[in-house]
């Protein structure tokens, strides 16, 4: 049994925690929060049995093996370089952070310490991605890749107002392609590798973050674009596109169907059955690889998050969005 802590009581902790009921190998024992009457508000709420308002503590305490952490994207690497230099693996939130640099640092300290560090991106570990993984080669010879994200922040409206919440401050590393995007981009370089050209636009924001944007990839025989959006909602499926055959997966977050579209035979639904909560999937990956003494995942692997967080940073470049965080790089 992993016993896990959380680091962070926002919605996103509470789907982990709930989905940590169809895990069997893991058992959430503490939280962490920065004052003592949140943690013990989210810990009566989970049947939580300890609450610190120090990740130290909370580390030395020698209640937990592993931590999940879901705070701001601003302070993830901080927050699990301490973690693992204690010894306590870690489960990071999407994106692990805003830069190479930082990535590679928390990488770094991970391999040192021989301590596991995965990012939790649980759209790669579910069921229904490795259906499509094994669905490829019916397809031909692959020419397009097209995803799409829209979500209407329930803070945009907020925002309109003069209210500036966290979702678009750049002090926290935020913005539609952090929050978004990456969920587009992650399965693109889970299947296909690193592109060979990018080109990025985006509508940007008066704080400084962006609203939405588009990507351009380009592959040897293959062309890629992926869309993003906290101010519109979408409603498009994504679409791989062979010379034989195409497949449709819906939301793209959180695959839950995969449908076969042929010329001569139509659609055909090839989906798996996924009998548990999503972020269950990413939860029994980390507790797997903990279990087996591993210091990264081997879906989710470090080079797999490094390539991504490069990618992600030259698509900031591109549209100019430029955090805090980009100073210490």
Known sequence: MMKIGVIGTNWITDTLVEASKDVPSVTIEAVCSRT????????????????????????????IDGVYIATPNAVHHEQAIECLEAGIAVLCEKPLTATYTLAEQMVQT?????????????????????????????????RQYSAHYGQYSSRYDKFKNGVI????????????????GVYTLYPL???????????????????????????????????????????TNSYMPTEIAGEKAALHISQISSPERVTRIT?????????V?????????????????????????????????????????????QIGVLYPLDELS
């Open 36 to 63: 003592m009457e949140k943690a013990t508000e989210f810990a009566g709420k989970h049947s939580i049995p300890y609450c610190f308002t120090s990740i130290k503590e909370m580390c030395e305490s020698k209640k």
């Open 263 to 271: 010329k001569e035979n139509g659609s055909e639904d090839l989906s």
């Open 273 to 317: 059955a996924q009998e548990k909560a999503p972020m269950a999937y990413e939860l029994e990956e980390f507790a797997r690889a903990y279990q087996n003494g591993q210091i990264e995942s081997s879906i989710n692997t470090h080079e797999l998050s490094l390539n991504v967080i490069a990618l992600m940073q030259s698509i900031r470049q």
């Open 110 to 142: 991970s391999r040192k310490n021989g301590v596991l560090l995965m990012e939790a991106m649980k759209s790669t570990v579910m069921p229904n991605f490795q259906r499509v993984q094994e669905l490829l080669p019916e397809l031909g010879t692959i």
């Open 165 to 180: 919440e966290n979702a678009f401050k750049p002090e926290l590393s935020n913005g539609s392609l952090m929050d978004l």
């Open 189 to 231: 370089v889970a299947l296909f590798g690193v592109p060979e050209e990018v080109k990025a636009i985006s509508t940007p924001l008066h704080t400084g973050v962006d609203g939405q944007g588009m990507v351009l990839l380009s592959y040897t025989e293959m062309d890629a674009v992926i869309t993003y959006s906290k101010i």
